[in-house]
């Protein structure tokens, strides 16, 4: 029924006035097959006659067997992803593939401190696949529902489970070449601002035990590429809101507001916003980057609010997103594509320099 209680005009009330056949009025609408200029102006003058609008969206999705919405989660609050540009570019990838299946996308945030109420939540939504698309657990409670309901799942690595179709980088290799970058430059006095490890984390130094038990895939495996090149000795300190610009200006200042002697010439940041912030407490103590200081970033994103150009290991942010939308394609297409080896760049940018 309508709003106006009147009975919803249908295809076939248009085609009885239009003079044609229930499939010709439907091709006119859907626009995927032959047909001849004047009858289709008459089906659709029939249309504006009859008050349709057009197929109704819920019927064409069960005739698909498709809900006609791809679930993407994002841990944390929704707010905070849309403050990291590399969330943007990761999300903006798989939008771009899905407008052409076509598919709507549907945000979820999922609690950092109570995973498990997600359950419920996803139970009432029809989705026809899920991205887990950014940071976060190894072990995802929303698996196990999802995978009894045969909704097939793709991550970044997280969460860990064989069910979960995944587009990966080598997370200690890339921590492990920029790290190797900064020491081909002769830096010795080297210290690394990390994302959190798990999501307890605050922020502080990383301990033995936290990196030991650390559940965020990324942020343990860059720390451990660090560690290779630097040893363990090296400084590390870790931020207590995931990736931010806030969190590398907090860090920066510990590391940095401290006797020249014990002051790092270089500090390799988890992600270039916390690189930018690293930066802002460098400069906000009278120091020059990358005369006094050289910072490197990792991701590769845009920042043209930054008055340099970061050096940074660049894994495309917008290109992962789309390598999720074409697995989430090929799948609704019947198809059981593989997981994928993303690679990564790295990127030499105005914030570095030789130590001296």
Known sequence: MSPTGQARATL????????????????????????????????????????FTGPNPLASSLRQGRAGAVGVLVEGRLRVAFRDPFAISVLDGIAEVLDTIPSGMLLIGQQTGHPDAIVPQLAGLALDAVVFSLCGPEGNPAVDHLAARG???????????PRVTHVRIDERAAGAAISRYVHDLGHRRVATVTMPMSPTSVAGPVSAAELRDACYVAS????????????????????????????????GRILLDVDPLDRPTAIVAQSDVIAAGVIRAAEDLGLRV????SVTGFDGVDLPWLAHRLTTMDQQGHEKGRLLGELVRRTLDGEQPGPVTQPVALRVGTTTARAR
Request: avoid cysteine; charged fraction near 30%.
């Open 12 to 51: 076939r009330d248009v085609a009885e006035r239009a003079g044609v056949s229930v499939s010709t009025a439907s091709l006119v609408f859907s626009g995927k097959g032959p047909v001849a200029d004047t009858t289709a102006e008459r089906v659709r003058e029939a249309a504006r006659a009859v008050g």
């Open 151 to 161: 909704i097939p799942m793709f991550g970044t690595s997280v969460p860990d489970d």
């Open 220 to 251: 343990k495996g860059r720390l451990e590429g660090f560690r290779e090149v630097f040893g363990d000795e090296a400084p590390a300190l870790q931020t207590g809101d995931g990736s931010s610009v806030e969190g590398g200006l907090v860090a």
């Open 290 to 293: 990358p005369d006094d200081l």
